[in-house]
Nanobody, 123 residues
Framework: VQLQASGGGLVQAGGSMRLSCLAS????????MGWFRQAPGKEREFVAA???????YYGEFVKGRFTISGDNAKSTVHLQMNSLKPDDTAVYYC??????????????????WGQGTQVTVSS
């Protein structure tokens, strides 16, 4: 499976943006998918994830602003981001793995990564 993230760009604070991650290759529906982000000078941090079964996980900072969703028919996972803040500015990466025992929130559990898409939130 190869992952390609898209949908980033520039948005004003308070605005919304939807990121998409297209998976190509083998069966997508069994993969657990996640989104991480990395701001300049900071470590990569967990944003959101969904197991192939549908269970979702979110980083503490999300606080109801983001929603992850999967579309098996299109082999795509989306990250809908609302009420964006300047602190959300980062490169966002989608990732995938098949480990059913993973916590879903640790980047080292993921063995497939997309190229990243820049999200910039202006104040």
């Amino acid at each position: 499976v190869q992952l390609q993230a898209s949908g980033g760009g520039l948005v004003q604070a308070g605005g919304s943006m939807r990121l998409s991650c297209l998976a190509s290759g083998r069966t997508f529906s069994r993969y657990n998918m996640g989104w991480f982000r990395q701001a300049p000078g900071k470590e990569r941090e967990f944003v959101a994830a969904t197991r192939w079964s549908g269970t979702q996980y979110y980083g503490e900072f999300v606080k109801g602003r983001f929603t992850i969703s999967g579309d098996n028919a299109k082999s795509t996972v989306h990250l809908q981001m609302n009420s964006l803040k300047p602190d959300d500015t980062a490169v966002y990466y989608c990732a995938a793995h098949l480990n059913s025992r993973a916590t879903m929130m640790n980047q080292y559990e993921y063995d497939l990564w997309g190229q990243g898409t820049q999200v910039t939130v202006s104040s």
